[in-house]
């Protein structure tokens, strides 16, 4: 064990080695990565410093070569001119030549001594050489490696920061008024809806006044619920980002700041060696700053930091819940029928994603352990391979891991406050299979009964059985969903059970007549997306006229083409979504952009009623490709204009195409009767004809 750890008082002696040590010390530096960080900072700096010391070291160096250089050839210059006087003298009386100056000592040792200023030249330029590619180039790799590393732990902090602030942001939205859920502001609108029922309780819209306060309540409840859940996750969060993820990043920081000091000793102590090298004669001089680099000591550094950084800290309270100061309420989680129905449904979501989750995150808590493994094998033997690769491989994988670990925290503690709350009563366990859906044309929620309408996805459609209903509806529904029923179809019903259901399709329900509908009640998506005739018949009545301000040319099947100056009569006003539906004087209708209309007058022009919906081709006479002909089953009165009516014993002719007959959908296909119309109709209540 050795002292110095950033997060806690003692740690193992390889850095590495901590990260898998079962182990609670107590806390030392607590919520500082910043701090520790900024030393990071200092020590890259530090290289970078070093770095500026080696180029202009090499500066001196070559300026001296090459000043070394010009002073040899000066002193040759003046020895050839000399070293005969200095050999033979002035006049000599013998003749002499150039071997008879090379046997001269003088001229030798004289030689050797220009020799040796040149060599000495050379070897400076050797040495700067050798500093540029060995020392200079290592601090430069160095120096942006580890600052890159700093960078990458930074932005992993920002991330779980940010993770751990958007848990805290979440109890605050959904306590104040930030959300459809928030807690306060469904408590008041539940005393708006009381007040409103008081007001109304002796006229005619008691009733409706009633169920709307009936129906705030719920929502208010499940608000209360998410807001409570919210407060046991960000706890949650808080003790994890605490207690698990600030130790490993700073541990994290600490073994990456022992890894850069260690390299930068490492490449000092190298250029010392090539200078020792190069002048032997200051050797003792460069062995001391040799001796002074060998003994830094990283943690040593780290204990005087840490001994000028210590700071209190107190780890932030608990969150709980706060009463809204307009409704008096309790902590505890709200287990009404209603709000069940959500707490059952979002359990069984949570354990869905929990099952989900959990291979993946063993998956990753091996691959972090391995590789936790081999980071110090690489780094002691560098033979295994590149052990900087695989440290980068373990940072990845930590953070992975890391994110991985607080999705199952949020599920967990959910799955936990849940349970606590429903005591075992989890309800039906046949969940419905609800996919996100477009609606280019109103369709009525299966829950709440009001309308689902939009392009961007605002609604859920279950492809068991059926049921469309709004996104912020979906778990309020039972899981008694019969098309998950051990994955039965659904029974062919019998005349009086069809006429039976029409009656339910018309009336509004609760949760219970959502499910039995459903049931028994083939739903085609473009079945619901159209009106019914009698629909059609109360718009041409009651609808205004408006002239078209700009041409428009449909992007889809249920658009309208108009021009500008064209008279058309508005057969449903925007709902907020910014389009409105109309027909022109040739009985076509669809939507239109709501900008791109005017309304002019009260009255309604007469249109003619279309022959189609949207998206749906009518014909007179049967249609070139048909395929299969099938025997009708059943009675079956078409529900809206795209679909078509069956009498029993009648035969209907599949239509062919990608889209057509049996390829339709799964519960609804396409054909034309024996009048020659053409429409869509349930696939049980029929039969093949041989």
Request: charged share 25%; net charge negative; with cysteine.
């Amino acid at each position: 064990m050795r002292p110095g750890s950033f997060y806690t008082s003692t740690a193992p002696a390889d850095a590495w080695d901590r990260r898998t040590a079962n182990e609670t010390p107590p806390c030392i530096l607590r919520d500082q990565v910043e701090r520790i960080a900024s030393l990071s900072d200092a020590q890259v700096e530090l290289l970078d410093d070093f770095r500026d010391y080696f180029r202009e070291r090499i500066v001196l160096e070559r300026d001296y070569a090459t000043k070394l250089q010009l002073l040899a050839k000066k002193v040759a210059d003046k020895k050839s001119k000399k070293i005969a006087a200095l050999i033979v003298g002035t006049e000599p009386t013998k003749t002499w030549d150039e071997n008879t100056i090379k046997q001269s000592t003088l001229d030798q040792a004289y030689s050797q001594y220009i020799s040796s200023m040149l060599d000495t030249a050379q070897d400076h330029n050797t040495l700067a050489d050798s500093i540029s590619m060995q020392v200079i180039d290592t601090l430069r790799a160095t120096s942006k490696r580890y600052d890159d590393y700093k960078k990458k732990q930074m932005q992993f902090f920002q991330k779980i920061l940010a993770e751990r602030d958007r848990t805290y942001a979440d109890r605050l939205k959904y306590k104040q008024k930030a959300s459809f859920y928030a807690y306060d502001e469904q408590c008041a609108e539940v005393e708006l809806y009381r007040q409103k029922q008081e007001r109304s309780a002796d006229d005619r819209h008691a009733e409706r006044a009633a169920k709307q306060y009936e129906q705030q309540q719920a929502d208010m409840l499940n608000s209360k619920n998410i807001y409570l859940i919210s407060v046991a996750v960000a706890n949650k969060v808080k003790a994890k980002f605490y207690e698990e993820d600030l130790p490993s990043l700073e541990d994290h920081f600490q073994t990456l700041q022992t890894q850069l000091l260690s390299k930068f000793a490492q490449t000092i102590v190298h250029a010392q060696a090539l200078e020792s090298s190069h002048l032997d004669r200051l050797k003792l001089r460069v062995a001391a700053a040799e001796n002074a680099f060998k003994a830094i000591t990283p943690s040593q550094d780290q204990m005087l930091f840490i001994d000028h950084n210590i700071r209190t800290f107190s780890a932030p309270l608990d969150w709980t819940f706060e009463p809204c100061a307009t409704y008096y309420d309790t902590a505890d989680m709200s287990v009404q029928p209603a709000p069940k129905v959500y707490l059952q449904n979002r359990l069984s979501r949570c354990r869905q994603k929990l099952q989900e989750l959990r291979p993946v995150l063993q998956s990753k808590r091996q691959e972090v352990e391995k590789l936790a493994k081999l980071v110090p094998a690489y780094y002691q033997d560098h033979g295994l391979g590149n052990a900087e690769d695989v440290a980068d491989s373990y940072q990845e994988a930590q953070h992975q891991f890391t994110f991985f670990a607080t999705s199952e925290c949020i599920l967990n503690t959910e799955i936990e406050s849940i349970s606590q709350a429903l005591g075992g009563d989890e309800g039906a366990q046949c969940p419905h299979s609800f996919k996100s859906t477009s609606f280019s044309i109103p369709t009525q929620c299966g829950y709440c009964k009001s309308t689902i309408w939009g392009l961007s996805k605002q609604g859920k459609t279950c492809k068991a059985c059926g049921i469309s209903v709004h996104s912020k509806c979906e778990l309020k529904v039972p899981a008694d969903c019969p098309g998950s029923q051990g994955g039965t179809p659904r029974s062919i019903p019998n005349p009086s059970t069809a006429s039976t259901i029409q009656s339910h399709n018309h009336t509004p329900s609760i949760s219970t007549s959502i499910s039995r509908t459903s049931i028994s009640s083939p739903t085609p998506s473009a079945s619901s997306f159209a009106h019914t005739d009698s629909s059609i018949h109360s718009a041409e009545e009651h609808s205004p006229s408006a002239r078209v301000v700009y041409d428009y040319t449909p992007t889809s099947p249920f658009e309208l083409a108009i021009t500008e100056g064209q008279i058309v009569q508005v057969l449903e006003e925007d709902d907020g979504s910014g389009w409105i539906k109309v027909a022109d004087e040739e009985g076509g209708n669809g939507l239109v952009p709501a900008s791109y209309i005017e309304v002019i007058a009260d009255e309604p022009i007469p249109v003619q009623r279309p022959s189609s919906a949207p998206g749906i081709n009518r014909a007179s006479k049967p249609q070139p490709g048909l395929s299969k002909k099938y025997g009708n089953l059943y009675e079956y009165q078409a529900q809206g204009p795209d679909e078509l009516s069956l009498h029993e014993g009648e035969r209907i002719e599949l239509t062919s195409g990608p889209s057509g007959g049996e390829n339709y959908s799964e519960d609804w296909w396409e054909g034309v009767g024996s009048t020659g119309k053409k429409g869509i109709f349930p696939s049980n209540y029929v039969e093949a004809i041989p």
